[in-house]
């Protein structure tokens, strides 16, 4: 059974960092891209990052790039998502995800998330 456990979220104000983590169980974690996802309260779930199996290729919405760096320590099943220059907007509940075989932006071809952890940037 595959579990994904979120961890490092918090208050920060804006400006600040945060580092989030996904530590996975239950496959062969380098075989798949790993994302993630947050969402808003009222709003609809949006991509914020993937990186492919061996961590060589990511890819990033535009509203975090050049913020976010999404990265992975195959040995140590994680994934990680820092965040710099932190902006109230960023304020959701972000969610890693696991399940295709290539880059994807589409939360549909992620078979497995975690339950989520709360980000909450202060102005």
């Known amino acids: 059974q595959v579990q994904l456990v979120e961890s490092g979220g918090g208050l920060v104000q804006a400006g600040g960092s945060l580092r989030l983590s996904c530590a996975a169980s239950?496959?062969?974690?380098?075989?798949?891209?790993m994302g993630w996802f947050r969402q808003a309260p009222g709003k609809e779930r949006e991509f914020v990052a993937t990186i492919s199996g061996s961590g060589v290729f990511t890819y990033y919405a535009d509203s975090v790039k050049g913020r976010f760096t999404i990265s992975r320590d195959n040995a140590k099943n994680t994934v990680y998502l820092q965040m710099n220059s932190l902006k109230p907007e960023d304020t959701a509940v972000y969610y890693c995800?696991?399940?295709?075989?290539?880059?994807?932006?589409?939360?549909?071809?992620?078979?497995?998330w975690g339950q989520g952890t709360q980000v909450t940037v202060s102005s």
């Open positions: 995800a696991t399940g295709p075989r290539s880059l994807a932006t589409d939360g549909y071809k992620y078979d497995y």
């Open positions: 239950g496959r062969t974690f380098s075989t798949y891209t």
